[in-house]
């Protein structure tokens, strides 16, 4: 799977689930585990497929997702996801 199919495919299953108020994702930790979820899967890239997924996920997935209205800022989302990065 490319880093655009799981892109896609993560923000066709988010749906609503981040702005809904009983959402799996409603609320800042809602949208925590949401960007821990998203961050496992760079385990499953190559360096360059985390780095173009960490570079392009916050624009493409979360603020889409979030209906443009976004409760974490780009710099907390990114270090969220290199969080779940194994070394």
């Known amino acids: ?3 655009k199919e799981y892109t896609d495919n993560i ?10 108020s009983n959402g799996l994702y409603s609320g800042r930790e809602g ?3 949401f960007a821990h979820e998203v961050g496992r899967a ?13 570079h392009s996920s916050y624009s493409n997935v979360y ?5 443009l209205k976004p409760i974490l800022d ?6 969220l996801l290199q969080s779940k990065i194994r070394t």
């Open 11 to 20: 923000r066709n299953a988010a749906g609503t689930k981040l702005i809904e």
């Open 74 to 79: 780009a710099g907390e989302w990114i270090n």
């Open 31 to 33: 949208h925590i585990r």
């Open 63 to 67: 603020v889409r997702v979030c209906f």
């Open 1 to 3: 799977m490319t880093v």
């Open 42 to 54: 760079l385990n499953d890239f190559d360096v360059k497929g985390q780095e173009e997924l960490l």
